[in-house]
């Protein structure tokens, strides 16, 4: 059984930094891209980070560029996103998500974590 | 960046066929992912490659894409449906992937 276990949010000052892991369980680990996606409370999902398979290739969401970074460490099986420069509007409940390589130019999220809450305040 | 527009709430009496609708700019040439958010829970797909159904999602649920706009269809609506829907596609110019805002489905 695919699990997806995030963890490290928490609240945070705004400008401070923090870093959420992604526990991943039950697949090939190093042949999936993964994703960061979050809800801020009430609102929809916004797609933030994406990384594939060895780490070498990435993309953000414009708002988050410079300010946060997707890795993995295919030997532990665990997704991070480090993220600097806290604002208020990067508030929300972020969900790690396995992308399916259906056919070479069709994928999907097969697969989400519960989320882990991350709150900026002072 | 590429635009996905739902509309924020369809309503609809159990038995009978809800029609959720992600809008776009020639969406049709695109692939649509949709997926359901339920309460306190995170999402699931639902619906992957604007038709296709995931293991265990029940036949009732259907989705098509054409022209400007992709739709998910479910009939014979239950109570459990009730829920969030999202639509999804990648857009390669940005290379973002792209949410649409969601729509609540009710469940009178």
């Known amino acids: 059984e695919v699990q997806l276990v995030e963890s490290g949010g928490g609240l945070v000052q705004p400008g401070g930094s923090l870093r959420l892991s992604c526990d991943a369980s039950g697949f090939t680990f190093n042949r999936f891209w993964m994703n960061w996606v979050r809800q801020a409370p009430g609102k929809g999902l916004e797609w933030v980070a994406s990384i594939n398979q060895d780490g070498g290739e990435n993309y953000y969401v414009d708002s988050v560029k410079g300010r946060f970074t997707i890795s993995r460490d295919n030997a532990k099986k665990s997704l991070y996103l480090q993220m600097n420069s806290l604002r208020a509007e990067d508030t929300a409940v972020y969900y790690c998500?396995?992308?399916?390589?259906?056919?070479?130019?069709?994928?999907?999220?097969?697969?989400w974590g519960q989320g882990t809450l991350v709150t900026v305040s002072s | 960046s590429y635009v996905l527009t739902q509309p924020p709430s369809v309503s609809v009496a159990p038995g009978q066929t809800a029609t959720i609708t992600c809008g776009g700019n020639n969406i049709g040439i695109r692939s649509v992912h949709w997926y359901q958010q339920r309460p306190g829970q995170a999402p699931a797909l639902v619906v992957y490659?604007?038709?296709d159904r995931p293991s265990g999602i029940p036949e009732r649920v259907s989705g098509s894409n054409s022209g400007n706009t992709a739709t998910l269809t479910i009939s014979r609506v239950e109570a459990g449906d009730e829920a969030d829907y999202y639509c999804q596609v990648w857009d390669s110019s940005s290379e973002n992937w792209v949410f649409g805002g969601g729509t609540q489905l009710t469940v009178l």
């Open positions: 998500a396995r992308e399916f390589v259906d056919t070479s130019v069709i994928t999907y999220f097969d697969s």
């Open positions: 490659d604007d038709s």
